[in-house]
């Protein structure tokens, strides 16, 4: 029988609820997939688990095993070779068994979200030919170790980085060349950004640096320098600061991640004297800003806690505050105030900010923010030909969200070197 969606089978048939004995091979496994399963199985329920690390495994899965499960849930790590299937088998009462076979990992995507497929065994002797199958793996791989999980977890943050980037060049790339996009199509007669700003970074001119592709930069970064002067009264108004010298980003290569050019931005957000109580060589980009942000298809208004390895003191700030019931409940509140078409991205995961309903889940969300290697944002995002972004009309949109923004700015920052 072929299953779509692995989840459903596994709850409306009462598997988990049954379950003596789980047997699960896969190529990743998530914080919300493992506790998918292990929170519907009985407390007394065995669970044996073998894995490869060349998925996204999340390593506070292998943690919280090892220090709390290790009486009735075995990892092990097979490093053979390239390990990616899945496979879960479930003992039930009665002798009877029922196992699949399919695509999805051990992940909420794989086994509800993503378009994965399955196919069920119930037949005796296909059950006990897959667990043959899996025993040959388990007893081959590398039973998980405190030494493993601890090197595993200086390692995974890089994987995740590539894995975020991968993400989302596919995601620009999908929205460039399919879903009915096409340049021609959209009147840039009243938009205020024209089609060759985006196209001046697009993946394909990321890092070029003739003179013809420096020139068109130049031309993008010169628009958002005019529109950084007619906002100045609505900055100035929401008691926002913009850094002189710097209130538009480098277009230089050099001062690009792996020199490549994907966005310019104008930031606002603290005054220079309360960035030097912080530090004299402080600078607005490493804070929490509100931005405009211009990207290959679309124009960005984003309070932006910070790019991996900035805004360490407003992102500690945050987490430790949301530790605190009525912080977390102001905090969803205020996002409730923004409206349609709003995202927030931690650690390279986006959810709109309207499928939040209660603080704890948005506080669990949240935590996996980890300043030394992803971005934090609460974002929207204007694509061309958008009205809202039209030469008579953009600055208008901009300070409408700004002064959404603001309140959030003002709950998110850190605020222990504000002039009393």
């Known amino acids: 029988m072929i299953i779509k969606k692995l989840a459903v089978p596994?709850?409306?048939?009462?598997?988990?609820?049954?379950?003596?004995?789980?047997?699960?091979?896969?190529?990743?496994?998530?914080?919300?997939?493992?506790?998918?399963?292990?929170?519907?199985?009985?407390?007394?329920?065995?669970?044996?688990?073998?894995?490869g690390l060349d998925g996204l495994t999340s390593?506070?899965?292998?943690?919280?095993?090892?220090?709390?499960?290790?009486?009735?849930?075995?990892?092990?790590?097979y490093t053979r070779n390239t390990f990616h299937a899945n496979v879960y088998i479930f003992e039930q009462p009665f002798r009877k068994s029922v196992g699949f076979t399919g695509s999805g990992a051990l992940t909420l995507e794989g086994l509800k979200d993503h378009e994965e497929v399955f196919n069920k065994v119930t037949d005796a002797k296909d059950i006990e030919a897959l667990l043959s199958w899996y025993t040959t793996y388990y007893e081959f791989a590398e039973p998980l170790t405190e030494e493993m999980i601890r090197e595993y977890d200086l390692l995974y943050p890089v994987m995740k980085q590539r894995d975020i980037i991968s993400r989302q060049e596919k995601k620009l790339f999908i929205d460039l060349t399919t879903r009915g996009f096409n340049w021609d199509s959209i009147k840039f007669k009243t938009q205020f950004f024209k089609k060759e700003d985006y196209q001046a970074l697009s993946p394909a001119n990321a890092s070029i640096d003739t003179a013809e592709i420096h020139t068109a930069r130049e031309a993008a970064r010169a628009k958002?320098?005019?529109?950084?002067?007619?906002?100045?009264?609505?900055?100035?108004?929401?008691?926002?600061?913009?850094?002189?010298?710097?209130?538009?980003s480098s277009i230089a290569l050099q001062d690009q991640p792996e020199r490549r050019l994907k966005t310019i931005s104008v930031?606002?957000?603290?005054?220079?004297?309360?960035?030097?109580?912080?530090d004299a060589a402080a600078s607005p980009d490493n804070?929490?800003?509100?931005?405009?942000?211009?990207?290959?298809?679309?124009?960005?208004?984003?309070?932006?806690?910070?790019?991996p390895h900035g805004s360490k003191e407003d992102r500690i700030y945050f987490r430790q505050r949301m530790q605190e019931e009525v912080y977390r409940k102001t905090f969803l509140s205020l996002l409730a105030t923004l409206g349609s078409g709003y995202f927030i991205e931690v650690a390279g995961e986006q959810r709109a900010v309207e499928s939040f309903q209660q603080p704890d889940i948005l506080w669990e969300f949240t935590q996996a923010d980890d300043w030394m290697h992803y971005r934090f944002i609460i974002a929207k995002n204007y694509i061309p030909g958008d009205p809202a972004i039209g030469n008579d009309t953009i600055v208008q949109t901009i300070e409408q969200e700004f002064t959404k923004l603001v309140p959030l700015y003002q709950h998110m920052k850190d605020t222990s070197r504000d002039q009393s």
Request: charged fraction near 25%; glycine fraction near 6%.
């Open 59 to 77: 390593p506070g899965v292998l943690k919280r095993i090892w220090k709390h499960y290790q009486d009735r849930i075995t990892v092990r790590i």
């Open 224 to 248: 958002l320098k005019s529109l950084h002067e007619q906002l100045l009264p609505a900055v100035t108004r929401l008691k926002l600061h913009a850094d002189a010298h710097t209130v538009v």
């Open 287 to 307: 804070f929490l800003t509100l931005q405009v942000i211009l990207q290959p298809r679309a124009v960005g208004v984003w309070l932006s806690m910070g790019k």
């Open 10 to 51: 596994l709850v409306n048939d009462k598997i988990l609820q049954q379950a003596e004995h789980v047997y699960i091979a896969t190529a990743a496994i998530s914080d919300a997939g493992f506790d998918f399963i292990r929170t519907r199985i009985p407390t007394k329920t065995k669970m044996d688990i073998v894995t």
């Open 267 to 278: 930031s606002y957000g603290r005054s220079e004297g309360t960035l030097k109580r912080y």
